[in-house]
């Protein structure tokens, strides 16, 4: 059974930063391509950051320069730091492994039906 677990999310002021972590069980973590996606009421949910099992990274163009994705494979948590933030990052944030041969053939749908709660993310003055 996979377990995805978010935290990190708060309340902070345009231009602020935050960490969010996502701690991972029952899957073999090392080998997944990780990503974390976030999600605002009456949108779908969006594919923020991805990373490889080999450190490989890339983002939406939204966020690029902004945030990093990076992972910890002996503590099986992915983060996503997030730096010069804007209220249009306000969203739920979610992780999950993506699908691998569709990630390297440019799909990229995510691998595990049990989404964690998320963590809430509110950008305001």
């Known amino acids: 059974q996979v377990q995805l677990v978010e935290s990190g999310g708060e309340l902070v002021q345009p231009g602020g930063s935050l960490r969010l972590s996502c701690a991972a069980s029952?899957?073999?973590?090392?080998?997944?391509?990780m990503g974390w996606y976030r999600q605002t009421p009456g949108k779908q949910r969006e594919l923020v950051a991805t990373?490889?099992?080999?450190?490989?990274?890339n983002y939406a163009d939204s966020v690029k320069g902004r945030f990093a994705i990076s992972r910890d494979n002996a503590k099986n948590t992915v983060y996503l730091q997030m730096n010069s933030l804007k209220p249009e990052d306000t969203a739920v944030y979610y992780c999950?492994?993506?699908?691998?041969?569709?990630?390297?053939?440019?799909?990229?749908?995510?691998?595990?039906?049990?989404w964690g709660q998320g963590t809430r993310v509110t950008v305001s003055s």
């Open positions: 999950n492994a993506l699908r691998t041969s569709a990630y390297y053939s440019g799909r990229y749908y995510p691998k595990y039906d049990n």
């Open positions: 029952g899957l073999i973590f090392s080998i997944e391509v």
């Open positions: 990373i490889t099992s080999g450190g490989r990274t």
